[in-house]
Nanobody
Framework: QVQLVESGGGLVQPGGSLRLSCVAS????????MGWYRRAPGKERELVAT????????SVVDSVKDRFTISRDYDKDTVYLQMNSLKSEDTAVYYC???????????????WGQGTQVTVSS
């Protein structure tokens, strides 16, 4: 009943920037926490950052805390990840996630996007 669609990935040189977007649509009553995960080649999926409905942010990965910024647009049901000073180790598929209360039963479920590839390479 809910779809999350990411965009903004691509190929970028080291030191460059990208902004990922993730738009939620469907039978949405309320969106609680939104976040970004990533899975690098050969590694486990890791949580990058989250943002609550109140706007509290939490950057989980130490290596990105000073370079990545999560934000959201409540009117557009969209979450962003601004990524600056990108490094080769940031290469991964990035997934957005959202805890959504749906209109069908007014229960909260976690939804995932399909992922967007970010490749940092010269």
């Amino acid at each position: 009943q809910v779809q999350l669609v990411e965009s903004g990935g691509g190929l970028v040189q080291p030191g460059g920037s990208l902004r990922l977007s993730c738009v939620a649509s469907g039978s949405i009553s309320l969106i609680h926490t939104m976040g970004w995960y990533r899975r690098a080649p050969g590694k486990e999926r890791e949580l990058v950052a989250t943002i609550s409905r109140a706007g509290r942010t939490n950057s989980v990965v130490d290596s990105v805390k000073d370079r990545f910024t999560i934000s959201r647009d409540y009117d557009k049901d969209t979450v962003y990840l601004q990524m600056n000073s990108l490094k080769s180790e940031d290469t991964a598929v990035y997934y957005c996630t959202a805890d959504v209360k749906i209109r069908l039963d007014y229960k909260t479920y976690t939804y995932w996007g399909q992922g967007t590839q970010v490749t940092v390479s010269s």
